[in-house]
């Protein structure tokens, strides 16, 4: 089992940028993928981005450029950063990752984006 905390949310002006952290309990060398989502009030749950055990990286296409996925196995982290953010990023935001075939969730960081 593994339990992950995020944290790092909060409330920022467009344009402006914000690092979220995803604190895993144990070894992360043992977990596959590690992922962020976000949801929006009334909206499934998406993928923002991905990132695998050895660090192959794949992005949810509007944050393209924008965000960047990354994980210290090391010190059990996996973070995301979020620059030039927009309105529309604004949502809960949650860790996830795969080990041994079972999907772990953290309890999710709020972002707001607005002015």
């Known amino acids: 089992q593994v339990q992950l905390v995020e944290s790092g949310g909060g409330l920022v002006q467009p344009g402006g940028s914000l690092r979220l952290s995803c604190a895993a309990s144990?070894?992360?060398?043992?977990?596959?993928?590690m992922a962020w989502y976000r949801q929006t009030p009334g909206k499934e749950r998406e993928l923002v981005a991905v990132?695998?055990?050895?660090?192959?990286?794949n992005y949810e296409d509007s944050v393209k450029g924008r965000f960047t996925i990354s994980r210290d196995n090391l010190k059990n982290i996996m973070y995301l950063q979020m620059n030039s953010l927009k309105p529309e990023d604004t949502a809960d935001y949650y860790c996830?990752?795969?080990?041994?075939?079972?999907?772990?969730w953290g309890q999710g960081t709020q972002v707001t984006v607005s002015s």
């Open positions: 996830k990752a795969q080990l041994y075939g079972n999907d772990y």
């Open positions: 990132i695998s055990k050895w660090g192959s990286t």
């Open positions: 144990g070894s992360m060398f043992s977990i596959k993928d």
